[in-house]
């Protein structure tokens, strides 16, 4: 598996399995899943889940409206919400972080950039980087961090991966294509994990949701990842510790892998 999502060289590739001789992929709901990166296997990725779902619901037509995948993260839903797909995560919380521990991994990712707050989550082992509300998207989208310096200045293991992120307003430019204003934008990079930059991060969002849902005062957000490859997310924040985010998957490609 891990020779195979080197060849891929993509984020993450996914590789589900049946666990009962009596299942397949087009009539069952209970799979195995597990992600590699191109360098590592990883506990959690949203994204790839959701890529999983929507092949099995909408390739194979698999009829199931609830998937369950059994993965490193635990027991992680998939359910059928036409033309989305919602996926259910446990919420990661993160506490306050000093800029002294990473003042030089900060400067190589935002540059000079202001910084308002900074996060640390423990769990996702990701730091949490706000930047001040005088920047505009357009400047998110085209900040150009030293990914490859990254690594050399935090390699104890605490830090895995950086989110960047930016609360939503019609003045800094964090509208969707109607108009509708997003409650906060990101941008993900995980050199750590063999992946410069993340298209749009289910694991980096299960961060972002309890932080923008605590700050904002609500449970329903609506969020972009900002990356070349990025896309929308409608998220709720529920009371039980977990967090529902729904996405929609394209499927570009069809083929076989000779082994």
Not at 81 to 100: G, I
Not at 122 to 148: G, W
Not at 226 to 235: F, M, Q, T, V
């Amino acid at each position: 598996m891990q020779k195979l999502a080197t060849e891929m060289n993509l984020s993450e590739t996914a590789f589900v399995r049946t666990l009962s001789a009596t299942e397949d992929f087009q009539s069952g709901s209970r799979y195995g899943l597990r992600w590699m990166t191109p360098t590592i296997e990883v506990a959690l990725c949203g994204h790839a889940t959701l890529a999983s779902a929507a092949v099995l619901f909408f390739c194979l037509n698999n009829p199931s409206p609830e998937l369950t995948f059994v993965t490193l993260s635990g027991e992680l839903k998939a359910r059928r919400c036409d033309p989305f797909v919602s996926l259910d995560l446990p919420l990661n919380s993160c506490e306050p972080e000093t800029v002294n521990d990473a003042e030089e991994l900060i400067k190589l990712t935002i540059g000079g950039f202001a910084v308002k707050e900074l996060q640390h989550c423990a769990h996702t082992k990701d730091l949490l980087i706000l930047l001040e509300e005088n920047v505009t998207r357009l400047q998110l989208e085209s900040m150009q961090p030293h990914v490859d310096q990254m690594i050399a200045t935090h390699n104890t293991g605490r830090i895995k991966g950086v989110i960047v992120t930016l609360g939503g307003s019609e003045g800094n430019g964090c509208v969707d294509s109607n108009g509708k204003v997003y409650d906060f934008v990101s941008r993900y990079f995980a050199p750590w994990n063999g992946i410069k930059e993340d298209p749009v991060t289910g694991s980096a969002h299960t961060v972002l949701s309890s932080y923008w849902s605590k700050k904002l005062g609500k449970k329903a957000l609506y969020a972009r990842q900002c990356s070349p490859r990025g896309g929308d997310l409608k998220i709720q924040v529920r009371d039980d510790g977990r967090v529902d985010i729904a996405g929609e998957a394209a499927i570009v490609m069809s083929g076989n892998i000779f082994i």
